[in-house]
């Protein structure tokens, strides 16, 4: 600033400036003005009026700094004033303090100490450190929040690393923007015929023969969108290996990505391996009987625990033989469970005795299941004792003696009842209700045949008729059929 060709501060003596300018100058250039003396007790204080948040500071006035002051920073004030004391301080030094004023409120100030022309006074100029305070706390917290999200990363990146390598699925993850490889695990790379290294960044489109880039990468996404699209057939470029890509596409950060399984014909033949070999074991080793029959019912392979329940001594001796001789009611049994199993698929339970091969009987519960494989036609029958069940099971316990309503559990102990003892023997413990009920279950498991079904409740057939008439369910089943 020049006044006249001259500089003004630069002249050997101060410029004349008059006291309240510079009482004006002084407050409005730092944020917070004190003087004080040297034993620390302030003679004035003054708030810059640009900085209200510092608020009203007249009470410290005449009163020791040092009461206004941390702990921590009572050394560094000491320091000062005993250098001021002593006559040795020349230069302008600064420090950083923090304030404590109405016992809460603390805010850190950093301040230049200057002499005045009375050497006991000392003029403190301090500069609010609190937005810098602030920034660095905000700093701190965002880099503790990368800290943490680099930590999630890694996190994620190992757990995403173990499950593409411990997979035995040939999986290649490609950007469907550029058509190239992101990345692969080992299989992928040992049916592409190269290495992962090679492999990562290249062209996926240039593995397979005959392929044009762009077609490629379009085709394998609608195949991705389309439900009814199956796998995309391709023959690989280096092994000449025909392979089916199931692709599946999704959006990661904005960009679309493909998931590609590869399926090699020899990783099916594999599964498949794998998968009869546990269901042979589970076959062998099961707890529960199993019966492979075919169309007719005739015994093709059964396990060591149909064996144990019939007290036979080994498959040859049952092989040949229609299921139905080991039936308590033989071919009615066999027929409910092949007609139920044909119609709907399978037949979750059914309640009969088993018959051994010294004239022993079981109660068992059978699940039937149509097989239809390759052309061949045939059942699964699984087969579980429950004669241990009757012991706990009270069948008179199951109904409500003397008229009035059934509940819906002793009409479900009932039903269980059905095809395991004879009618008189249930309709001696129950009411007309259960007695309809019965035979609307036998009507309907035999498909509504009334030989089937009066020789599954033990009944003539004249006496299943009358029974049908008597409930009015003989003109009902007449006109189902």
């Known amino acids: 600033m020049n006044t006249r060709g001259s500089d003004f501060l630069g002249q050997p003596s101060a410029p004349a400036i008059g006291p309240e300018q510079f009482n004006e100058i002084v407050t409005t250039a730092a944020d917070l003005a004190i003087v004080l003396d040297t034993q620390g007790t302030v003679k004035s204080v003054i708030v810059n009026p640009l900085n209200p948040t510092l608020g009203r500071l007249d009470h410290w006035k005449d009163r020791d700094i040092r009461e206004f002051m941390a702990e921590d920073s009572l050394s560094k004030l000491e320091t000062q004033l ?64 990368l800290e943490k999200d680099y930590e999630t990363h890694r996190d994620y990146e190992t757990r995403y690393r173990v499950i593409m390598e411990a997979s035995r699925d040939a999986l290649v993850l490609v950007d469907v923007a550029s058509g190239r490889i992101v990345d692969l695990n080992a299989a992928a790379a040992q049916v592409l015929g190269a290495d992962a290294d090679t492999l990562t960044g290249s062209a996926f489109t240039q593995e397979f023969d005959g392929r044009r880039r762009g077609e490629f990468i379009e085709g394998l996404v609608l195949a991705a969108t389309d439900d009814s699209s199956g796998a995309v057939p391709v023959k690989t470029r280096r092994g000449k290996l025909d392979v089916a890509i199931h692709p599946i596409v999704f959006r990661a950060a904005g960009d679309k990505s493909l998931l590609c399984r590869i399926e090699t014909a020899q990783s099916a033949e594999t599964v498949a391996a794998e998968l009869s070999s546990t269901l042979a074991q589970l076959f062998r080793e099961g707890p529960d009987a199993i019966v492979i029959t075919d169309a007719i ?25 229609s299921l139905s001789e080991f039936l308590s009611r033989g071919s009615v049994d066999l027929k409910v469970l092949t007609d139920n199993a044909t119609r709907a698929g399978k037949m979750r339970m059914y309640a009969t005795r088993l018959e051994g091969a010294f004239g022993s009987q079981l109660s ?20 579980r004792d429950t004669s241990r069940m009757e012991v706990v ?52 498991l035999t498909d509504n045949n009334r030989v089937a079904a009066a020789e599954m409740l033990g009944l003539s057939r004249q006496s299943l008729y009358v029974k049908l008439r008597k409930y009015g369910l003989l003109n009902k089943n007449d006109r189902a059929n």
């Open 82 to 145: 005993e250098a001021y004391r002593a006559g040795k301080k020349g230069v302008v030094d600064a420090i950083e303090v923090n304030h404590y004023d109405n016992a809460n409120w603390e805010f850190p100030i950093r301040y230049t100490l200057h002499n005045t022309g009375n050497p006991d006074i000392i003029l403190m100029l301090g500069r609010d450190l609190r937005p810098i305070a602030e920034l660095q706390h905000r700093l701190v917290k965002a880099q503790l929040a």
């Open 297 to 321: 019912g005739t015994i093709r392979a059964v396990n060591d625990a149909f064996l144990n329940l019939t007290d036979v001594g080994s498959s040859s001796e049952v092989k040949g033989k």
């Open 364 to 383: 068992v519960e059978m699940s039937a299941t149509h097989l239809n494989s390759g052309g061949v036609t045939g059942f699964a029958f699984v087969i």
């Open 393 to 444: 099971r009270d069948p008179s316990a199951s109904v409500i003696p003397g008229p009035g309503p059934v509940s819906d559990d002793a009409m479900r102990n009932v039903m269980d009842l059905v095809g395991s003892a004879p009618l008189k023997d249930i309709v001696a413990a129950t009411t007309d209700v259960v007695e309809k009920m019965c035979i609307e279950t036998a009507v309907e």
